[in-house]
């Protein structure tokens, strides 16, 4: 056995709350990722990625919450943890990135401050110590100038700034986790790669692991070692981001693949659509029965319209959840 | 800044100017002639000779366009014209009733703000409460209540029943005197900006950034103390901004009901004895103030909102 | 507040303020005017004399239910005509647009410029006390609102596709406004409407407290409260009935209005209170 995992999460359920009750937007969700590890999640919105990743960081809120299942983090199970222990971890060694940086900082305060608070909120730092320790994390994410531009307002900066000092506060106190929602998905394709190359270095100086969830498989399998693809709800297909790419096994996955214009070329995975698969992602209160693909599916039979597949291990290594998987 | 302020004030010139005109015109069509209102209560001049060369004198017998004319230039010399009541000029007349009426109305604006914005926190934070139930509750029938009817209740049980504060008057415009109008005065605009920032926090608990906030591991209380406070107050210093137009109004009544000699009561007592140069001055003053605070208003959205820039 | 909760309430109030003006005649003890007796003067409330009599004897009951009247007639007729005005000049200036739209704005402007209650007083001082007179005076005054909203609904709906197929197909510009514009933003402008003749009722009490608003001896809330102010120290139950009776009508249509709101214009929850 190698050492525990940082984070395990186990047949996790997320229940939407809604005037007829409950469903699950997501359930059977499981994955593990290392120390250290990149790991992907990747599929279409309303897949339920993102938000796996807030129940993972704690923030999931009305009409959404953790139905079943568990999710240990360094062998530490969340749920069972006060509110105050979540704070604590939230942060400081779980961080998150969010899709729009514009909205995601708050317009009337300055980000330096924005950044400084980490070090008082985690370090125990008083203001002003804080404010220089900010400075330093802005020139680490590469912000030119950063003693002058700690002074500035988000509205002051270009979206690719913004994400930098997103990029500096998640990353202001080392943690142990990066959770990175769709974090380049909203910037110009030029300043994409300029944005993921900068968190994949800062990640790996600090060894801290990284969550990226994205709808662009081609990003996902740039940055990650692993890749799990979600579709309604469910994880169809865990697999190294090579194999992937070479033989997905699951018909989703390979119709995510054959979407791709060009492998290998990041400047045209801009905004990709899935041409190749008909139709669309299913609503959550209308997850068909059996395989949830199944109505967009050309492999589809009769098993796939009434039995859910099981979540099973490959022999080439991976996890695929399919009836006719490759 | 300085050219933000300029062009501000060249903008509510045009205002100023139809407001002056809306009010002469409407005096100018008083059924009955202004001399037979001034020599209404019969101590007046009722000699013919008399009224002839008084109204040469205040060029009545002109048309309406040069006696406008005539009211402007003298306006942009300060010369609102003489009382008809107190031969008084307009102008030292509305001079000594300004502050009371400044004190009146900042004192119930500081009550406002005092109690009506941490009710719409607490209100906001914690939806459906009791806390949220009641503090509504407040604010519905605060708006709901006829100034003067709670002024009279006031000063029923605590001039009256109480003994603790005076009833009425200026007195040495002491707080115990300004205590029982401002809070009358000021009941309104507190509900409203209850309701006003319960709303606007709420909107503000949902936004992005404030999911930002709560995953960098910020209990609730230092979210609300750190983001959503300064955001909340944009909206809340616009809702103030408005509520002084209505504060203006309100003023009339309970300056009257408590004989508090500021300028809401002298425009009453001008009104009821058409008086007309006094009422025309104090609804000039009024108009003016309006447009000074909502000036005022936004200049400090500038301090407050670093996205709004006077360039 | 339940929704819901706010309509039920204050549709019920409202409902109770308009059946009491419209029974005031079969409700009443005494007539409102003419039963004055020096004899029963200043009796506090009794089983006899419910809300107690005033300086000259008449009956507060009996006078409080025909108040309501005046109170109603001016909320409604005086929030009507302010409705007509703001949804004209709305309605044409965000349709129209060009010079007319400016000529409104400034008139808008104009209106948010002076408070509608001196506003109000100014025009009472011209056209002297009585009912007409405040009809007029709040019918003028308090339009502003009512008009920004159909100016920003008439200039969002004028670029949606039906309009622009009733242009297409020939429809007067009168004609597109009623039937295709004016339908689609009613909601607001009942909710606004419903608000204003709380407010229209409040400003009646404020003006009739004046002395500026129906002639005695004639029963407001407004002008009764007046008269009760001399006698606070005597007879303090005269300010006590017909305050209570604006707070509850009042009440009522702010109640009504929020919870109507909450119906006909979900949309506006975001919007100033």
Same mark, same amino acid.
């Not at chain 2, 009821?272 to 103030?289: K, M, N």
């Given at each position: ?326 | ?19 002056? +005109?809306?009010?002469?015109? #409407? @005096?100018?069509?008083?059924? =009955?002639?202004?001399? /037979?209102?001034?020599? $209404? %209560? !019969? ?108 002024? +009279?209740?006031?000063?029923? #049980? @605590?001039?009256?029943?109480? =003994?603790?504060?005076? /009833?009425?008057?200026? $007195? %040495? !415009? ?113 108009? #003016? @103030? ?11 959205? $500038? ?9 | ?273």
């Amino acid at each position: 056995m190698t050492s525990p995992p940082l984070i395990e999460v186990e047949n996790l359920r997320i229940d939407l709350a809604d005037r007829s009750g409950r469903v699950a937007a997501a359930e059977g969700v499981s994955f593990r990722i290392d120390r250290g590890e990149t790991f992907g999640l990747v599929g279409e919105s309303g897949c339920g990625k993102s938000i796996t990743a807030l129940a993972l960081i704690g923030l999931l809120r009305h009409p959404l919450s953790i139905g079943a299942g568990t999710i240990r983090f360094d062998g530490r199970e969340l749920q069972n943890l006060s509110a105050a222990e979540q704070r604590a971890l939230r942060g400081n060694r779980i961080a998150m990135i969010f899709q729009e940086p514009m909205t995601a900082l708050n317009p009337v305060s300055p980000v330096g401050r924005q950044i400084a608070e980490m070090f008082v909120l985690h370090k125990g730092k008083d203001w002003s110590e804080a404010n220089r320790l900010a400075v330093e994390a802005l020139a680490d994410v590469r912000v030119p100038a950063p003693e002058r531009r700690v002074k500035d307002y988000p509205h002051q900066l270009s979206g690719g700034m913004r994400q930098r000092v997103m990029i500096a506060i998640a990353l202001a106190c080392s943690p142990d986790l990066l959770i990175a929602d769709e974090p380049t998905t909203a910037l110009d394709v030029t300043v994409q790669a300029e944005i993921i190359e900068l968190m994949r270095n800062l990640c790996a100086e600090r060894g801290t692991a990284i969550l990226m969830i994205s709808h662009d498989l081609g990003l996902v399998a740039n940055v990650c070692r692993r890749v799990a693809v979600m579709y309604a709800g469910r994880i169809v297909e865990e697999r190294g981001s090579a194999d992937i790419f070479r033989a997905g096994a699951h018909p989703y996955t390979r119709g995510l693949v054959d979407s791709l214009p060009r492998l290998g070329s990041r400047a045209a995975l801009g905004r990709t659509r899935l041409t190749e698969i008909a139709g669309v992602v299913p609503a959550i209160a209308d997850f068909p029965d059996g395989c949830r693909f199944n109505p967009r599916c050309r492999l589809a039979t009769d098993i796939c319209r009434t039995t859910a597949p099981e979540i099973t291990p490959l022999d080439a290594g991976g996890l695929v959840r399919c009836h006719h998987h490759a | 800044m300085l050219a933000f302020l300029i062009r501000r004030l060249l903008q509510a010139v045009p205002t100023v100017l139809a407001v002056v +005109l809306v009010v002469f015109v #409407l @005096f100018s069509v008083v059924p =009955g002639s202004i001399m /037979s209102s001034m020599d $209404g %209560d !019969g101590r007046g001049a009722t000699d013919a000779q008399v009224m002839e060369r008084m109204r040469k004198q205040l060029g009545l017998d002109d048309p309406i366009y040069v006696r406008f004319g005539a009211y402007i230039s003298k306006l942009a010399m300060g010369d609102l014209g003489t009382s008809f009541r107190t031969r008084e000029p307009v102008t030292s007349m509305l001079a000594k009733r300004m502050w009371p009426t400044l004190q009146l109305i900042f004192a119930a604006m500081t009550f406002a703000i005092l109690i009506g914005v941490p009710l719409g926190f607490i209100a906001a934070l914690r939806p459906g409460s009791l806390a949220d139930t009641l503090s509504m509750v407040v604010a519905v029938s605060g708006l709901s209540m006829a100034k003067f009817w709670l002024g +009279l209740l006031l000063m029923y #049980l @605590f001039a009256l029943k109480l =003994g603790w504060l005076p /009833s009425f008057g200026y $007195g %040495d !415009g002491g707080l115990k005197y300004l205590l029982l109008p401002a809070v009358t005065l000021g009941v309104s605009p507190m509900a409203l900006l209850a309701r006003t920032t319960r709303a606007a926090v709420l909107e503000i608990m949902t936004a992005d950034f404030v999911r930002t906030a709560r995953s960098k591991g910020m209990s609730e209380t230092r979210v609300v103390k750190w983001h959503v406070m300064r955001n909340a107050l944009v909206i809340i210093l616009t809702a103030i901004g408005l509520q002084f137009g209505a504060l203006m109004g309100q003023a009339v009544v309970v300056e009257k009901l408590f004989s508090w000699p500021g300028i809401g009561s002298l425009l009453v007592d001008s009104v009821l004895q058409r008086d007309i140069p006094t009422v025309q001055g104090s609804i000039f003053v009024v108009v #003016l @103030f309006f447009l000074a605070i909502n000036m005022a208003i936004d200049l400090l959205y $500038g301090v407050i909102d670093p996205r709004i820039r006077y360039s | 507040m339940k929704l819901g909760s706010s309509l039920i309430i204050g549709g019920g109030l409202f409902a109770l303020a308009i059946s009491v003006g419209l029974l005031a005649p079969w409700l009443a003890h005494t007539d409102p005017v003419m039963d004055a007796n020096l004899m029963n003067a200043e009796e506090a409330p009794s089983w006899v004399w419910w809300f107690g009599t005033d300086g000259q004897g008449r009956d507060i009951y009996s006078r409080v239910l025909y108040g309501a009247r005046v109170s109603l007639t001016v909320g409604i007729v005086s929030q009507l005509i302010n409705s007509v005005i703001g949804v004209a000049l709305g309605l044409t200036a965000g349709y129209w647009g060009g010079w007319w739209d400016d000529v409104v704005n400034g008139l808008t402007n104009l209106m948010l410029a002076i408070p509608s209650l001196i506003f109000a007083l100014a025009i009472m001082a011209v056209l002297g006390p009585g009912l007409t007179s405040l009809l007029i005076a709040l019918g003028l005054t308090n339009w502003s609102f009512t008009c920004r909203i159909a100016r920003a609904s008439a200039l969002s709906l004028k670029r949606q596709g039906y309009v622009q197929a009733a242009k297409v197909l020939g429809y007067g510009d009168l004609r597109i406004m009623i039937t295709q514009l004016l339908p689609n933003m009613l909601g607001p402008i009942i909710v606004i409407g419903t608000l204003g003749m709380g407010s229209a009722i409040l400003s009646e009490a404020a003006l009739s407290f004046l002395g500026l608003g129906v002639r005695p001896p004639f029963p407001s809330w407004g002008s009764m409260l007046s008269e009760a102010r001399d006698q606070i120290t005597t007879a303090p139950w005269l300010s006590v009935f017909p305050g209570l009776a604006i707070f509850l009508t009042v009440l009522g249509l702010n109640l009504l209005g929020d919870g109507l709101r909450d119906i006909l214009d979900p949309q506006s929850r975001s919007r100033r209170a």
